[in-house]
């Protein structure tokens, strides 16, 4: 058969996370796809680091995408441990979802390849890997098909459908061709971000799989994440200022990598005798955006139509679920149950209702993510200790909480009389916090202490600082009450 002159309901343009993920659904719903990807598999997307979480298997055992190999020989995380320097560190319990109680640092290559497979051999779909998609076909205002070349081949093929989709990542050119509006953007903070995969990192002091959270306090934040194949995936992020200054002198990724984890002393010990086995990858600039999601004859999912910044590990997770939205309201619009518009202003509504939230508490805290003055540390430290907070914390990743109901003003007054309480017990008993950062098992072989100092040198004095605090945020409820 001649494809270019077959008709299909569908074209998907880009095939990871979410133009995959819609094929099958679309494919599930009776529809013939054509399914395009640039790329071949298995490879790595554009950039992303690896975290998935029960919510997004969720959405995978829907179409019947097998954890066994998306997952393969990966380890489940159950704990996550968050530090700051060698100040305080928490652990957090990964609430357990639908079944799952534990997240993956997955293989981004592997994942992708196991959906594309998935979609590949779901009845309804074609799915040409290495096609590079150049262009649009129109009728008049309306999109009715793609043009663009295989890998090695300079013919040009043409293809037509009812509906044309943009999977096709940040730089989506099929919302370029369609000139399709931004919304939502936010410039306001900027973000960069660089990792790599590496071998033989050294364990943390527990003796299974985490995710470990580091922060300096200075603008940057750390991930070491046990991964795939007895790996570990090593992120830095920050504010990109920050970041920049970091690169003076340090022209290439690797330089600019190596500098940013020599300036985290716990992070640089655990890479002793690591070896780096990928190039570093990374972004200089992250944007945050919306794009208006459709239009005659086309439409967008995943990051072509919301990009956000990285820090919750959230992408996947929205690029699946907007190829739900998607395939669900078109379904339906093709079983006559609604017109084209209302199904795809339908598709518009269920991405804000699901994503827009997230958007907004990941960019506050962003925002927020530089606490360089006493009374932030210790509010910090205070908050770490909390089991209640870091058991509401450590669902919010796996959207089964909302950051607004946890940082409430009673919450954060709560948080800090309870701290001072108990720093003042323990300056009194000498008890150790529980928030003190143990020594990594590499410094335990070399006699290195218990590293509390920031609690012995703050510890009785932190209510010094917090007094004055509570009582403004007591006097803030307290205003809010009385209107
Ligand atoms: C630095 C960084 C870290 C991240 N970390 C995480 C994380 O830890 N957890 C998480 O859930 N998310 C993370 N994300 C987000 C996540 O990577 C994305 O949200 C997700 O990959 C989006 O999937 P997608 O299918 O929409 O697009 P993509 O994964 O970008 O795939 C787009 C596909 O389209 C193809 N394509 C593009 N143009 C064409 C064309 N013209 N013709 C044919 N094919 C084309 C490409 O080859 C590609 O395969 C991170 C993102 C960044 C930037």
Same mark, same amino acid.
């Given at each position: 058969m001649n494809l270019s002159e077959s008709h299909f309901d569908v074209i998907i343009v880009g095939g990871r996370p979410s133009g995959a993920t819609?094929?099958?659904?679309?494919?599930?719903?009776?529809?013939?796809?054509?399914?395009?990807?640039?790329? #071949?598999?298995?490879?790595?997307?554009?950039?992303?680091? %690896?975290?998935?979480?029960?919510? #997004?298997m969720a959405l995978l055992d829907e179409i019947g995408a097998p954890e066994a190999e998306y997952a393969h020989n990966t380890p489940k995380i159950r704990k996550l441990v968050s530090e700051t320097r060698d100040y305080y560190r928490a652990i957090a319990v990964i609430p357990e979802d639908r079944g799952r109680d534990y997240a993956y640092a997955i293989d981004r290559a592997r994942f992708d390849h196991a959906l594309w497979r998935h979609a590949a051999n779901a009845h309804g779909v074609t799915a040409i890997e290495g096609f590079g998609v150049t262009d649009l076909l129109w009728e008049g205002e309306r999109v009715v098909g793609i043009e663009g070349r295989r890998h090695n081949s300079?013919?040009?093929?043409?293809?037509?459908?009812?509906?044309?989709?943009? @999977?096709?990542?940040?730089?989506?050119?099929?919302?370029?061709?369609?000139? /399709?509006?931004? *919304? !939502?953007?936010?410039?306001?903070?900027?973000?960069?971000?660089?990792?790599?995969?590496?071998? !033989?990192?050294? %364990?943390?002091?527990? !003796?299974? %799989?985490? $995710?470990?959270?580091?922060?300096?306090?200075?603008?940057?934040?750390?991930?070491? $994440?046990?991964?795939?194949?007895?790996? @570990? /995936?090593?992120?830095?992020?920050?504010? @990109?200022?920050?970041?920049?200054?970091?690169?003076?002198?340090?022209?290439?990724?690797?330089?600019?990598?190596e500098a940013l984890l020599r300036h985290a002393p716990r992070i640089w010990a655990r890479l002793q005798g690591a070896e780096r086995i990928t190039t570093v990858r990374g972004l200089k600039h992250t944007p945050n955006y919306y794009r208006q999601p459709y239009?005659?004859?086309?439409?967008?999912?995943g990051?072509?139509?919301?990009?956000?910044? %990285?820090?919750?590990?959230?992408?996947?997770?929205?690029?699946?679920?907007?190829?739900?939205?998607?395939?669900?309201?078109?379904? @339906?619009?093709?079983?006559?149950? $609604?017109?084209?518009?209302s199904a795809l202003r339908g598709y518009q509504a269920r991405l804000e209702e699901e994503t827009l939230p997230v958007y907004r508490n990941t960019l506050a805290a962003r925002?927020?993510? #530089?606490? !360089?003055?006493p009374f932030q540390r210790?509010?910090?430290? *205070?908050? $770490?200790e909390s089991p209640d907070v870091m058991e509401a914390l450590a669902r919010v990743p796996a959207r089964m909480g909302d950051m607004t109901q946890i940082m409430t003003t009673r919450n954060i007054v709560l948080t800090l009389a309870r701290g001072v309480a108990s720093d003042a017990r323990r300056a009194l008993t000498g008890e150790l916090s529980p928030s003190a950062v143990p020594p990594l098992p590499i410094e335990r072989a070399q006699g290195v202490q218990e590293t509390s100092s920031y609690q012995q040198r703050l510890g009785c004095l932190g209510w010094l600082f917090a007094l004055p605090a509570i009582m403004m945020f007591g006097g803030l409820a307290a205003l809010r009450r009385a209107r």
């Open positions: 819609l094929a099958t659904r679309l494919a599930q719903g009776g529809l013939r796809v054509l399914l395009l990807d640039r790329a #071949t598999f298995p490879s790595l997307p554009a950039v992303s680091s %690896p975290i998935i979480y029960a919510c #997004t300079r013919a040009t093929e043409r293809f037509y459908a009812d509906l044309v989709v943009g @999977a096709d990542g940040r730089w989506s050119l099929v919302a370029r061709k369609v000139e /399709a509006p931004l *919304y !939502n953007v936010d410039e306001s903070v900027a973000t960069s971000l660089y990792y790599a995969y590496w071998r !033989n990192v050294q %364990p943390y002091d527990l !003796n299974e %799989p985490l $995710m470990v959270a580091h922060g300096t306090l200075d603008g940057l934040g750390y991930l070491i $994440m046990d991964s795939a194949d007895d790996t @570990a /995936a090593v992120v830095c992020e920050g504010h @990109a200022e920050v970041i920049e200054g970091f690169s003076q002198g340090a022209g290439a990724p690797e330089a600019l990598y239009g005659a004859g086309w439409a967008l999912v990051d072509a139509v919301h990009h956000k910044d %990285p820090l919750g590990g959230q992408g996947v997770y929205d690029a699946v679920f907007s190829a739900k939205a998607l395939a669900e309201q078109y379904l @339906a619009y093709k079983r006559g149950a $609604m017109d084209y518009e925002a927020n993510l #530089t606490p !360089n003055f210790l509010l910090g430290r *205070y908050l $770490m």
